[in-house]
């Protein structure tokens, strides 16, 4: 997030923070025998907007040469590049941004090419889902960036163990052996090893006890409407229980030393995975089932609740004695391809019972004589055209529909 902070201020929020808040703006003028509540308040709202600052050295220009018109930008606001305040509010919307970005870019691909759109046929595919998948995940989103924040301005300002070079840790391992020299790539991989088997771990219970029915009535239930989840559900969360689930995540760059590169990396891939396993693809019989949590145990879990609460892995679940493995008759596709087909023999079923009435009334004579009968009264386009109205009608909806289902099938 420091990477992303410093580029995000050099190329864009330093111009931003000093057109919305320039340097001089408020003065600090209490030193006068008999300041005045302006000045007060001017130099309270300078205090705040200084807190944290440590001075310029912190933070230098690395991507822009000192000689760049932005360099001289940074101390251009009365909100230094270090302020506490400075740095909420610039990683909230950094935050915020990129999961706004990484949401519908991702969830829009997967839902066009890798989510089984026949699903939205399925009994419990909800009136409007995707629709109300956005709503949510869209209300979600900034409160679930604002929760997160504060992780970020620690990691900014060096509370976290992430580490830049390769060459920080594992240097003593192996040393006097064949192996010695690859001690950084052997602690990167134990780095990555650990980081996994703890979110994984941590995910798991947090999932699970979120499942408990006092959390899940108040936290868990919005995710669970969706029975059968389009890539679109993957953020409609409560923001708590999103943020919850995020936690391991934050967790660990605070215990662990990771090389932060590889850590921004498994963080985007996390968010990537979270969207992925609501396509709904119940891919069945690959040997990596057993071990990888797929779409299909993720969709086994929002059909039947109580399994498959894993992340990556289904180990956590074969420990906590709540796996299922995905069957091809488990496939909610069935039912979704059951159902398409009794709308469409529904549909033709009313598209004749139509067509026989409308014959009917053709054949009847009395109706004709009603219409020669009905002296004076022009009659309607349809009653002219010999048609009647509500029966075309009734006959257009009907393949309309049917027309609908087809289109729908792949
Ligand atoms: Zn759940
Ligand atoms: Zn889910």
Redesign the pocket.
Known sequence: MDVALRLADEYALDRAWSWAFPAGSLSANVATSAPTVKDSLSALALSIARLGHQGPEVFPISFTSPSSPLATLQDASIFPRDSVVRQLTSLFFIAYGGSFLLYWSISTLAYYFLFDRRLEHHPRFLKNQVRKEIVLSMKAMPAMAGLIVPWFVGEVRGATLLYDTLEEYGGGWFKGTALEGYGHWAYLTFSMVTFMAFTDWCIYWIHRWLHIPFLYKRLHKP??R?LV?TPF??LAFHPVDGYAQSLPYHVIPYILPINKYVYFGMFLVVNLW?IL??DGDMINGHYLQKFINSPAH?TL??LYFTCNYGQYFTWADKYGGSYRPPREDLDPIHDAVKNMDRKRKLAEKEAKQALREQNKQYADPSIEKAHESDSGYEGSEAELDNKPAVKVSHIRTASKDESHDIRRRR
């Open positions: 995710h669970h969706w989840p559900s993957a979270t396993i609501h993720h879990h929002h």
